[in-house]
């Protein structure tokens, strides 16, 4: 069965510091990995992540797949409060994505 | 608007009802998913189509639930006989697939089911 843990469960930072979210996966028939922010509504799109080793960036959000050791990370700089919020992340597999429980970040002002 | 868009927001129900959910995808995807999502968790798998074709159903998903997308538009999720723990978010994405890739993997703003 496919399986995705991501840690911390929960994550408090104060606004300024910088944060690693985790990921690891066991999927068959991996093809790709996404990155999710969740607030209070639908999943929003972050990274997609296909090549091992190849940091992709979005302002002050990094993330980088590594599929020998089957894991990704999330990097994010410089928090601000707005970076509150639930970080998903899924592989994509047997043609569907599969769901961490996600890393609950709150950012104190 | 371009995007997915989920019917109706918000569905409150007694339990024993059914209850019906709408979900048109972005025009050009081929591929549509409902998830469901509970408190705490992730997002989780239910079913899935190619254009009209049904490919996959969890087994999350019981007998009283089916779904369809008569012509490889939008689909229905259904729920019959709803139960407590039928009340969830229920999220439908869709993308263009095909040959074990899936781009533009993108999500409604879902249907909250509260069963009371």
């Known amino acids: 069965e496919d399986k995705v843990v991501q840690s911390p469960l929960s994550l408090v930072v104060h606004e300024g510091d910088t944060v690693t979210l985790n990921c690891s996966y066991e999927?068959?028939?991996?093809?790709?990995l996404l990155w999710y922010k969740q607030e209070k509504k639908a999943p929003t799109f972050l990274f997609m992540l296909?090549?091992?080793?190849i940091e992709k960036k979005s302002g002050r959000l990094s993330s980088i797949l590594d599929k020998k050791e089957l894991s990704s990370i999330l990097n994010i700089t410089a928090t601000q409060t707005g970076d509150s919020a639930i970080y998903l992340c899924a592989p994509f597999g047997n043609e569907k994505l599969t769901f961490g429980t996600g890393t609950r970040l709150t950012i104190i002002p | 608007d371009t995007g997915v868009s989920q019917d109706p927001r918000h569905k409150i129900t007694k339990r024993g009802q059914n209850v019906t959910f709408r979900c048109d995808p972005i025009?050009?995807?081929?591929?549509l998913y409902w998830y469901r999502q509970t408190l705490g968790q992730g997002p989780e798998f239910l079913t899935y189509f190619q254009n009209e074709a049904q490919l996959e159903k969890s087994r999350l998903l019981s007998d009283r639930f089916s779904a369809e997308r008569p012509k490889g538009s939008f689909s229905t999720l259904e729920i019959q006989r709803t139960e407590q723990g039928d009340s969830a978010m229920y999220l439908c994405?869709?993308?263009?697939?095909?040959?074990?890739?899936?781009?533009?993997?993108?999500f409604g703003s879902g249907t909250r089911l509260t069963v009371v």
């Open positions: 999927v068959t028939n991996f093809r790709s």
């Open positions: 296909t090549s091992s080793g």
């Open positions: 994405a869709s993308s263009l697939g095909g040959q074990g890739a899936s781009y533009g993997y993108t």
């Open positions: 025009s050009e995807h081929n591929r």
